[in-house]
């Protein structure tokens, strides 16, 4: 039997970004969702045909010194943005992934849009933190995380791994869409590790009661200084 670190590390690659940013230190971003694997195969399956475009994003419009006025303008223009921050843009399919999600959790409309609103203008921008620290990755590491997912998830017993399966095509198609996902989640995941062993995220954002905590206000801050601007 695996773990509950183990299936938190499963739970975060099949339902992909929505999970992520929550989760890392034990958040509370849709953590019911986790242990019905019911939902992981629906919402696998709607993952399925849109996790490149809205990954593409990340890897696209990422400018580590800042998105100039004329690009800010341009993107703000287009159909398919939800946001622009200083840095870097949110889809608005990113948007309707995540509300997806929390509509498949139970959440109301209203409800589930606003969850989502927050989780990619929260993933975002520690994206661009994750990067502008010196946290990019190489094909070769993100191919030696996936070969470590991959070997723990051959010995899961629990029925996760099949149940995110079950939404896609095949087994190389899924492991090509956690391909896409830990281009932008292996590059958070370190930048979060090294808050943890080598800096000390509480007292850099205050006192608070737990790295939780501290993790969500320094998630918040990150956002906030992100400065994000609502497309038309």
């Known amino acids: 039997m695996m773990n509950k670190k183990a299936l938190s590390i499963i739970g975060?690659?099949?339902?992909?970004?929505?999970?992520?940013?929550?989760?890392?230190?034990?958040?509370?971003?849709?953590?019911?969702?986790?242990?019905?694997?019911?939902?992981?195969?629906?919402?696998?399956?709607?993952?399925?045909?849109?996790y490149q475009s809205v990954n593409d994003y990340y890897i696209e419009t990422l400018s580590v010194d800042g998105l100039s006025d004329n690009q800010k303008k341009e993107y703000l223009n287009r159909d398919d943005v939800y946001a622009v921050g200083n840095n870097i843009v949110i889809s608005k399919e990113e948007v309707q992934q995540y509300t997806d999600f929390?509509?498949?959790?139970?959440?109301s409309e209203a409800n589930a849009h606003q969850l989502a609103v927050k989780d990619a203008m929260e993933r975002?921008?520690?994206?661009?933190?994750?990067?502008?620290?010196?946290?990019?990755v190489t094909d070769e590491e993100i191919q030696e995380w996936l070969t470590k997912l991959r070997t723990m998830l051959e010995n899961d017993t629990t029925g996760v791994y099949q149940a995110a399966l079950d939404g896609f095509d095949s087994e190389e198609a899924y492991w090509a869409y956690e391909y896409e996902v830990y281009r932008v989640d292996l590059p958070i995941q370190n930048y979060v590790s090294s808050l943890q062993q080598g800096v000390n995220v509480i007292s850099e954002h205050g006192n608070y009661?737990?790295?939780?905590?501290?993790?969500?206000?320094?998630?918040?801050?990150?956002?906030?200084?992100?400065?994000?601007k609502i497309a038309n």
């Not at 339902?15 to 696998?44: H, I, P, Q, R, W």
């Not at 918040?220 to 200084?225: G, I, K, S, T």
């Open 124 to 136: 975002n921008a520690l994206y661009v933190a994750a990067i502008q620290n010196g946290f990019s």
């Open 102 to 107: 929390y509509l498949h959790d139970g959440e």
């Open 209 to 228: 009661n737990s790295d939780t905590e501290a993790f969500n206000e320094m998630k918040h801050q990150l956002a906030d200084e992100q400065n994000f």
């Open 12 to 50: 975060v690659s099949c339902l992909g970004a929505v999970l992520f940013a929550g989760s890392m230190l034990g958040g509370n971003t849709a953590e019911a969702g986790l242990n019905d694997y019911g939902k992981v195969s629906e919402y696998s399956k709607m993952l399925a045909d849109s």
